[in-house]
């Protein structure tokens, strides 16, 4: 067995590999890759997993929640499309790749972006948290963990402007106020599960008042939510995976169980990186992620021989991101305590040997 750290598509739970592995071959005698989406049996797939959705972040009444394609990089465009007002001004924190990412795109669809929180000054090691929220926009956008930089917003911006996040990374780890947010979009490649869906969660307050002269259809939500996620073909697969997995969520005590187990995973792994002389964590403390935990070596000369180790230890996608070097050991919900372990019995081995 491996011990997959990956950052994304990353581990689901074994459980349902094997019932996805199923459900291949026999879906109600037929596959499901060649089911019809439109057909009764995957409609209430569809209804189901909206409704597991709604249920592990306890939904309020007021929102819907929407499966589209295209990851959470359309989703920058989605969320910036449909919110735009009056204005045509949105205030976005920069915490690195992800949220530049959003705002490039926000700004590609006319958008007129002020960056009012940043932490590019110190390579986004860090949440900013001295800043002004302007006041004059139409919504607020933020990325709640930063996959590559291993930052995690602890507390979520306060305004009473529409606030909008990419929860891609980390949705599902933690218990949140779905009522604070007005849209909230995640690819389902983390804590949800295969690549191919994004999953929207949409105060309907909002649907149908964007003021952009362009607004493909499939872009609108108003219209993804008014044709419950089937205005073309759904990602029919992805979508009953995720199904397998709430199931699975809800079955094991929930978001809430979750943030407990998360919580012990990134205690485990910060003690050993606190403590053991070979390495350091590369961002601020208090803004630790749950989910990636990023690391380097005090000394570049033994990665070899540290690379070496977690290999034999059937540990993998432990590099860090492309742009950042390093490591980085992603812990999404479905990765046991015990991978944690595994890790951490290599790190000790390893400064036992060199230290
Ligand atoms: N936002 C965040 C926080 C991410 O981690 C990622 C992917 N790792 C993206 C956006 C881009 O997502 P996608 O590949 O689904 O477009």
Not at 66 to 90: C, H, P, S, V, Y
Request: charged share 20%; net charge negative; hydrophobic share 40%.
């Amino acid at each position: 067995m491996k011990h997959n750290f990956g950052a994304g598509p990353c581990i689901l739970p074994q459980e349902v590999f094997h019932q996805a592995a199923e459900a291949v071959l026999d879906f109600n005698g037929l596959s499901i890759l060649e089911v019809s989406h439109r057909h009764k049996d995957f409609v209430a797939v569809m209804d189901e997993t909206m409704d597991l959705v709604k249920k592990a972040l306890h939904v309020p009444s007021g929102y819907s929640v929407a499966f589209l394609q295209g990851g959470a990089t359309l989703g920058f465009t989605i969320a910036a499309l449909n919110m735009l007002r009056e204005t045509k001004k949105a205030g976005y924190i920069n915490t690195g790749v992800w949220a530049a990412g959003a705002i490039k795109e926000a700004k590609k669809v006319g958008v007129d972006v002020s960056v009012f929180a940043s932490s590019e000054d110190k390579n986004f090691s860090y949440i900013p948290k001295d800043y002004t929220i302007p006041s004059d926009v139409d919504y607020i956008h933020f990325t709640s963990n930063n996959t590559i930089y291993g930052t995690q917003f602890k507390e979520f911006p306060k305004t009473n402007l529409p606030l909008v996040c990419d929860m891609s990374s980390d949705i599902f780890s933690k218990e949140i106020n779905i009522g604070d947010f007005d849209l909230i979009y995640a690819g389902a490649q983390k804590n949800l599960g295969p690549a191919g869906a994004t999953l929207y969660i949409v105060k309907d307050e909002i649907l149908g008042k964007s003021t952009s002269s362009f607004m493909p259809t499939y872009l609108d939500l108003k219209q993804q939510v008014e044709k419950e996620s089937m205005l073309n073909t759904p990602p029919v697969f992805s979508i009953y995976v995720a199904m397998l997995n709430l199931r699975n969520l809800l079955a094991n005590g929930g978001v809430k169980e979750m943030e407990i187990k998360n919580n012990a995973k990134s205690v485990l792994l910060y003690n050993e990186i606190d403590h053991n002389p070979l390495f350091r964590g590369t961002v601020a403390t208090e803004d630790r992620s749950n989910m990636n935990v990023t690391f380097l070596l005090e000394n570049d000369s033994l990665q070899e021989s540290f690379d070496k180790m977690w290999k034999a230890a059937e540990i993998v996608g432990l590099p860090g991101h492309r742009s950042t070097g390093g490591y980085r050991a992603s812990m999404y919900n479905a990765l046991p305590i015990e991978s944690v372990q595994v890790l951490v019995n290599v790190m000790k081995e390893f400064t036992r040997i060199n230290g």
